[in-house]
């Protein structure tokens, strides 16, 4: 009998159901509204630049534009273990002049030398030879240019121009990891002494982990002494956690640099309790121990702050009921009180360990040689080497890194409840 | 923490123990802020506490660093500290609006797709700096906006939004929407009722929101290096060519004036989460 139960319209005769939705979807927009100017210019100015550096990270376009002619006639390159035939050659031929006339043969020389040593000299040797108009083109090319270095001969030069044909690469990937792509197009490893990257990846997460473990160590007790404290003394010590955290980085990394030198008061102390000579001082900056220390000092408060939030909602008669129940303190703390400050451990320690990962100032001021981060590494390629391709995909390999982590976090605690101050 | 009078002796010591802990770090927390304030007063060129110093000798103590600091002909700090100011005033303020747009929006509960807009809106805060860096060079230098104020302005709307977004959020989380309905049926329009209603209830944590964004603005220093040229020099910056070259007393000196700046911040940013937190009925 339902269909016929009359339909309940409001005053100007439009059924009720058709008024809500329309109210409902006018909130949405205005709701989606709201939040679009920010979204638009995030999403231009910030998220597009991301994908703009993995598009940058993949790209080698560059020898796959130069040789089109040399590409198209590839296709039809059967026997690779031969020499290609007569329209690779001339297809060859033609892009290099062309390239040779616009002056564009020396950058194909030097990508084409990274793919295959060797390759500079012949492809200049063809330039000379263009230049002084010694080719007949009318006769076949594979001949002439075949004769003009014994290299030209060797099939393994041909296959490493056709291994440049595609437009996109892993290639960049690869080389983060210290591995790179082989004469037959497998994976090989770079040799045992010039694995650098590798070394990096692992000091990081050695790093980062460690630094997470000493924030979590230095900032549970103050956290637990600050959420039992009364109001007014937890209100004092509060400050000694938010200053450092509202203090600029660098004085904070300054003073640090000033402590740990070797004529600095740590070492003094050092001294002055005979755990050192004073001829003696130990460099305790420029190394591991400088990054550890300064870096454990800027985090803590990240820690202590959630770690605190959760804390202050533990009603401490919970405590008092496990010791009632017969619980010594110390079962007490472990059974009761440590399970209910899991979700501030894992926020503290997840916040902490994202932070330290992405670390770039500190390490590269106090961390010396021994000390430097991946991140480093992205900011020398960037400034230093211009290789801005490599340093992209050294960047989203760190990222796709920090999201896991961070939807782990969003998994337990919900980016929502991230509590500042 | 006076302990009760039958507390077992083990657990006594083991109280002295947590005590010492604790006393500890927050001495490791906090006293390396407390050495550079003494040297910056060094009248020698070390960094280092010399024996006049450890003698309280008045000799040993002098303003010439910050004498420097302020007249000093080769120092930039004149330079860029107006750089600094204004450029993380310009931030502040577009961060404030576009994120407080975004919370208002977010904080309805109509708002569709809520949970990855917020991921999307906070992700510059999580995503690392040096990544946020090489993004945002290559978009300035595309939209040719590499080495200019508008650009580093820019480039800090986009790291502190995030701030404004979850302060004024969590504000928002505790705010009764009746009383806008109450305003709306009173015959006031949207722009009215929010700048006379809700505006002045989310105000606290619209403002410490965008001290948070002052802050960051004003600290930062992985974006501005890819992005700054000479003429944009910041005071981060400059410390931190400082640091890398030669810690000089100077540096002290201008390290002083922002601990002095980050305790007046730290002073309102507690004032205004306290009053927030007032205003919200949480009381504690």
Redesign the interface.
């Known amino acids: 009998m339902s269909s016929e139960t009359k339909k309940i319209l409001t005053t100007d005769g439009i059924p009720l159901e058709v008024s809500l939705k329309k109210a409902?979807k006018k909130?949405?927009i205005?709701?989606?509204?709201?939040?679009?100017?920010?979204?638009l210019?995030?999403?231009?100015?910030?998220?597009?630049?991301?994908g703009?550096?993995f598009m940058?990270s993949v790209d080698d376009r560059m020898v796959t534009n130069m040789l089109p002619k040399t590409f198209k006639a590839m296709e039809k390159w059967e026997n690779l273990d031969e020499l290609p035939p007569e329209e690779v050659y001339r297809g060859f031929y033609e892009d290099y002049k062309l390239l040779a006339e616009n002056q564009q043969h020396g950058k194909l020389g030097q990508r084409l030398n990274k793919e295959k040593n060797g390759f500079n000299t012949i492809t200049k040797k063809l330039f000379r030879q263009i230049k002084r108009k010694k080719i007949d083109e009318s006769a076949s090319l594979k001949e002439q240019i075949n004769k003009l270095h014994k290299r030209w001969r060797n099939v393994e030069y041909w296959q490493a121009i056709k291994r440049t044909a595609p437009p996109y690469t892993m290639a960049k990937y690869l080389k983060g990891m210290d591995m790179y792509f082989d004469v037959d197009g497998s994976i090989a490893q770079v040799k045992e002494d010039r694995r650098i990257h590798r070394i990096l990846w692992l000091r990081t997460l050695e790093i980062a982990f460690f630094v997470t473990l000493f924030c979590f160590v230095?900032?549970y007790?103050?956290a637990h002494?600050l959420a039992?404290?009364p109001?007014k003394y937890s209100n004092l010590?509060m400050?000694?956690?938010?200053?450092?955290f509202?203090?600029?980085?660098?004085?904070?990394?300054?003073?640090?640099?000033?402590?740990l030198?070797q004529?600095?008061?740590v070492n003094d102390f050092f001294v002055m309790i005979g755990l050192v000579a004073d001829n003696n001082r130990p460099e305790m900056m420029y190394n591991k121990v400088g990054t550890y220390v300064a870096m454990t000092?800027i985090l803590?408060?990240f820690m202590v702050l959630p770690l605190y939030s959760v804390m202050k909602t533990i009603s401490p008669s919970l405590m008092r009921a496990g010791k009632s129940l017969g619980g010594t303190?110390f079962v007490a703390f472990m059974k009761v009180y440590f399970p209910l400050t899991i979700p501030g451990i894992g926020a503290g320690c997840l916040l902490c360990f994202?932070l330290a990962?992405?670390?770039?100032?500190t390490p590269?001021?106090v961390g010396g040689a021994s000390g430097t981060l991946i991140?480093n590494q992205?900011?020398f390629h960037?400034?230093t080497t211009l290789d801005?391709s490599f340093?992209?995909a050294m960047?989203?390999m760190?990222?796709s890194g920090?999201l896991v982590i961070?939807w782990i976090y969003?998994k337990l605690v919900g980016?929502?409840n991230?509590?500042?101050? | 923490?006076a302990l009760p009078s039958y507390t077992e002796t083990r657990?006594r010591i083991?109280h002295y123990i947590?005590i010492a802990?604790?006393t500890f770090?927050?001495f490791?927390?906090?006293a390396?802020?407390f050495?550079?304030f003494p040297?910056s007063f060094n009248a020698e060129e070390f960094?280092?506490?010399s024996e006049g110093m450890k003698n309280l000798d008045p000799d040993a103590f002098s303003l010439r660093w910050y004498k420097d600091m302020v007249y000093g002909t080769k120092n930039p700090w004149g330079l860029a500290a107006k750089n600094s100011f204004i450029i993380a005033i310009f931030a502040t303020i577009g961060s404030i609006i576009?994120?407080t747009?975004?919370a208002?929006?977010?904080s309805?509960r109509?708002?569709?797709y809520k949970g990855i807009?917020?991921?999307?809106?906070?992700?510059?805060m999580?995503?690392?700096?040096?990544?946020?860096g090489?993004?945002?060079?290559?978009?300035m230098a595309?939209a040719g906006l590499a080495a200019t104020h508008t650009g580093i302005v820019?480039?800090h709307?986009?790291l502190g939004?995030p701030?404004v977004?979850?302060?004024v959020?969590?504000t928002l989380s505790g705010f009764d929407h009746s009383v806008t309905r109450a305003a709306a049926s009173l015959g006031s329009n949207p722009v009215n009722t929010f700048m006379k209603i809700t505006l002045p209830l989310i105000l606290p944590g619209v403002i410490?929101g965008g001290l948070?964004a002052f802050?960051t603005s004003?600290?930062e220093?992985?974006v501005v290096?890819?992005l700054a040229g000479l003429e944009n020099t910041t005071i981060?910056v400059q410390?931190?060519t400082g640091?890398?070259e030669q810690?000089s007393p100077t540096?002290?000196a201008v390290?002083t004036c922002?601990?002095i700046l980050?305790?007046l911040?730290?002073l309102s940013?507690?004032l205004l989460?306290r009053r927030s937190e007032r205003l919200r009925g949480i009381n504690?």
């Open positions: 409902e909130n949405k205005k709701a989606f509204l709201l939040v679009a100017p920010l979204l210019f995030l999403i231009i100015t910030y998220i597009f630049p991301i703009d550096m940058r230095m900032g007790p103050i002494l039992t404290l109001m010590l400050i000694c956690v938010l200053l450092p509202w203090t600029s980085l660098l004085v904070r990394t300054a003073s640090w640099m000033i402590l030198q004529q600095g008061l000092q803590l408060p303190p994202i990962i992405g670390y770039y100032i590269a001021l991140s992205i900011a960037m400034k801005w340093a992209s960047g989203l760190l990222l920090v961070y969003n980016v929502d991230i509590k500042l101050g | 923490m657990y083991w947590y802990i604790c770090v927050f490791f927390l906090i390396p802020l050495v550079i040297l960094l280092v506490f576009l994120g747009l975004a208002l929006g977010l309805s109509h708002m569709p807009i917020m991921a999307t809106l906070i992700s510059p999580i995503v690392p700096l040096i990544i946020s090489v993004a945002i060079f290559f978009f595309k820019l480039a709307i986009i939004t701030f977004v979850i302060t959020t969590a410490s948070f802050v004003f600290d220093v992985v290096l890819f981060p410390m931190w640091l890398r810690l540096i002290l390290a922002l601990i980050s305790t911040i730290l940013a507690e989460r504690r």
